[in-house]
């Protein structure tokens, strides 16, 4: 497994920093996965080689290593060392705007190989693009967008408030060398637009014909041709989805 088993890209969004960007939407309601993850330790994995071909790659599993939100609680467990009250909350909630609404990412910024789905959908559908011919591709996280984090601040002031005895957040001993998930972006919508730099064949075009709308519980997705190189997903509805994340590691949150 790599990083390009589970994220489409990494990049920096307008001041949201850097993103790991999910290869397919997870639902917000997953108890190891989605909103959970925030405040939890996951696994920082490697790769040689790196998944832009540079020396050693390090990434996040996007996969709960102990108990969810572990160091949320332990954060709650420091509120008069951080100056909280009790009605202060730990987790804030920021809308994004227009400007950070939005990522494109060029095929140089891809981790994604060979022919696979359309990126940041909740599940394959059958059209697959390939991606050794794109161009480009735009994801739009909609207006009903927003970021929930963990102010870094808060996470510093808990690393010496336990002098940076990791096993004194999480017991299991994972957090000292793994990451913390320090912020998420959820969405209910989300539009993708593929640019190839060649056009689409004929057997694409019946692909996407057949497709067309897919209704589901709570969730609509459509696809469309914008021309003869750029095709357009839309997902659509109630459901809250995690599309993209950020971390920390352990011993970076020493600010002192």
Same mark, same amino acid.
Request: hydrophobic fraction near 40%; proline fraction near 5%.
């Given at each position: 497994? #790599?990083?390009?088993?589970?994220? %489409?890209? =990494?990049?920096?969004?307008?001041?949201? /920093?850097?993103?790991?960007?999910?290869?397919?939407?997870?639902?917000?309601?997953?108890?190891?996965?989605?909103?959970?993850?925030? #405040?939890?330790?996951?696994?920082?994995?490697?790769?040689?080689?790196?998944?832009?071909?540079?020396?050693?790659?390090?990434?996040?599993?996007?996969?709960?290593?102990?108990?969810?939100?572990?160091?949320?609680?332990?954060?709650?467990?420091?509120?008069?060392?951080? #100056?909280?009250?009790?009605?202060?909350?730990?987790?804030?909630?920021?809308?994004?705007?227009?400007? !950070?609404?939005?990522?494109?990412? !060029?095929?140089?910024?891809?981790?994604? @190989?060979?022919?696979?789905?359309?990126?940041?959908?909740?599940?394959?559908?059958?059209?697959?693009?390939?991606? /050794?011919?794109?161009?480009?591709?735009?994801?739009?996280?909609?207006? @009903?967008?927003?970021?929930?984090?963990?102010?870094?601040?808060?996470?510093?002031?808990?690393?010496?408030?336990?002098? /940076? @005895?990791?096993?004194?957040?999480?017991? @299991?001993?994972?957090?000292?060398?793994?990451?913390?998930?320090?912020?998420?972006?959820?969405?209910?919508?989300?539009?993708?637009? %593929?640019?190839?730099?060649?056009? %689409?064949?004929?057997? %694409?075009?019946?692909?996407?014909?057949?497709?067309?709308?897919?209704?589901?519980? !709570?969730?609509?997705?459509?696809?469309?041709?914008?021309?003869?190189?750029?095709?357009?997903?839309?997902?659509?509805?109630?459901?809250?989805?995690?599309?993209?994340? =950020?971390?920390?590691?352990?011993?970076?949150?020493?600010?002192?």
């Amino acid at each position: 497994m #790599g990083a390009q088993d589970y994220y %489409f890209s =990494s990049k920096s969004m307008p001041t949201l /920093g850097r993103m790991w960007i999910l290869k397919m939407l997870q639902d917000a309601r997953g108890s190891g996965g989605g909103l959970s993850m925030l #405040g939890s330790v996951v696994q920082e994995a490697s790769e040689r080689g790196g998944f832009l071909g540079l020396g050693v790659s390090h990434y996040p599993v996007p996969m709960l290593m102990s108990q969810p939100r572990i160091v949320t609680r332990a954060l709650e467990g420091v509120r008069p060392e951080l #100056g909280l009250k009790l009605d202060d909350p730990i987790v804030l909630i920021q809308g994004l705007t227009i400007a !950070n609404q939005s990522i494109m990412v !060029n095929r140089k910024d891809a981790f994604t @190989t060979g022919v696979g789905p359309l990126p940041s959908l909740p599940a394959t559908f059958g059209l697959d693009v390939d991606y /050794g011919k794109m161009l480009s591709a735009t994801i739009n996280f909609g207006a @009903t967008a927003e970021l929930r984090y963990i102010p870094l601040g808060y996470l510093g002031g808990l690393y010496r408030h336990v002098n /940076g @005895t990791a096993t004194a957040v999480d017991p @299991t001993g994972v957090l000292e060398n793994n990451y913390v998930v320090d912020s998420v972006l959820l969405t209910t919508d989300v539009e993708v637009n %593929f640019t190839s730099a060649e056009r %689409f064949t004929g057997d %694409f075009h019946a692909k996407l014909a057949a497709l067309g709308s897919i209704p589901a519980p !709570n969730l609509k997705v459509t696809y469309q041709q914008k021309d003869d190189r750029t095709v357009v997903a839309k997902v659509t509805g109630e459901r809250v989805w995690l599309a993209a994340f =950020s971390v920390s590691e352990w011993h970076d949150l020493n600010m002192t």
